[in-house]
């Protein structure tokens, strides 16, 4: 990867180094960290890890970039699968399937299909009307269920109201269940012993990660407490350990949400803030300690097109790192339903 300026070189720095990386055969992306940070005098003095109690400091945020550590890991994925094709004879294959229209979900589907074919999976799309039943829906389900050339199931929500995505999601194979969404796969995550982890908090590990942001002893505050992202990261980062090791577990965690009382005093105890509320620009740069990270997960669709959770202009002056939006954790989150596909063709 080509850097681009000093500045993107610097905050590359650990995101270049490891394309070096030994990266024997296996899908466990741990494969390809760099070395853990092992002192607490290294916890605080990383690029990263500095001590957001100090406040002496001017900062201006460093960008996270999904899309650059989204390519770098795609490409890890694509020999990945090659060497699974070479090896077993196995091409990974994922089913996605698309009730109705919604342009949003569109576009998603359409960018999932898209880097599938980059990494060499295949991909199955079945798109099915607005006015489809919940019993045609399950009958797909049912056919994708039973055909061993699928390896990989992805049922793309919001579904029409006519449809209870609790029953649909409960349908899916839980050994294809790659959004990780059936409560076979929630109830490992919870026990610590996950098959699949769920994209979205598995893309925000990453970015950390990839960037020796250690979570271990920090207060993570997670503003949001969907099923999709805010439960699941919640429970991965409060556990003992993690597939990347304990340094990026082992979090004190708070989920906030909309009944939590003084929000801004809590979201300001944070050493990382993980905003996933679906509201723009909610978390303002007041609500924000200074030197933290910031993790913008929300993707919404304004007038001047598209923003995060976090007003980022405010956000940038005051946090020590940050997620942009287009561009932070989108990338991936599709990335890591690769990593959930190739998993289940293994
Ligand atoms: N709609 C919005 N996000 C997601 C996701 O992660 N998985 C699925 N299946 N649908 C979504």
Redesign the pocket.
């Known amino acids: 990867m080509e850097p681009r300026s000093l500045l993107a070189r610097e905050w590359l720095g650990p995101v270049v180094a490891l394309e070096a990386a030994d990266r024997r055969a296996t899908n466990d992306l741990r494969a390809t960290l760099p070395p853990a940070i092992e002192s607490e005098q290294d916890r605080y003095h990383g690029p990263f890890n500095r001590d957001s109690r100090r406040e002496d400091f001017a900062v201006t945020a460093i960008k996270l970039d999904g899309k650059a550590l989204a390519i770098q890991i795609q490409a890890e994925i694509a020999d990945q699968v090659s060497r699974l094709k070479e090896t077993r004879g196995i091409q990974p294959c994922l089913a996605t399937v698309l009730v109705g229209e919604d342009p949003a979900s569109q576009v ?1 589907i359409r960018n999932k299909l898209a880097a599938c074919e980059r990494v060499g999976m295949i991909s199955r799309h079945v798109t099915l009307p607005n006015t489809t039943t919940q019993a045609e829906l399950l009958g797909a389900l049912s056919e994708l269920n039973a055909d061993d050339s699928v390896h990989g199931i ?4 919001p579904l029409p109201e006519q449809i209870d995505s609790m029953v649909v999601l409960d349908a899916i194979a839980p050994h294809k269940d790659v ?1 990780a969404f059936h409560p076979h796969n929630v109830g490992l995550l919870s026990q610590g012993r996950p098959h699949f982890l769920p ?2 908090p598995h893309g925000v590990v990453q970015v950390l990660a990839r960037h020796q942001i250690t979570t271990a002893g920090k207060e993570v505050v997670i503003v949001g407490r969907s099923d ?1 992202v805010g439960k699941p990261l919640a429970l991965m980062l409060a556990q003992k350990d993690s597939h990347l090791g304990p340094e990026y577990a082992n979090a004190t965690v708070t989920l906030a949400h909309s009944r939590t009382a003084n929000l801004a005093d809590v979201t300001r105890r944070a050493d990382i803030l993980v905003a996933a509320i679906g509201k723009p620009e909610f978390i303002r740069g007041a609500m924000i300690k200074p030197s933290a990270v910031v993790i913008d997960v929300g993707i919404n669709r304004i007038e001047r097109g598209l923003v995060g959770d976090v007003h980022y202009a405010e956000a940038c002056e005051v946090a020590s790192a940050i997620t942009p939006v287009p561009g932070g954790i989108g990338p991936l ?1 599709v990335t890591m339903l690769l990593h959930n596909t190739l998993t289940a063709a293994s």
Do not use: K, P, S
């Not at 992805?154 to 929500?157: E, T, Y």
């Open positions: 998603y992805l049922v793309q929500l959004d994209c979205t999709i989150t």
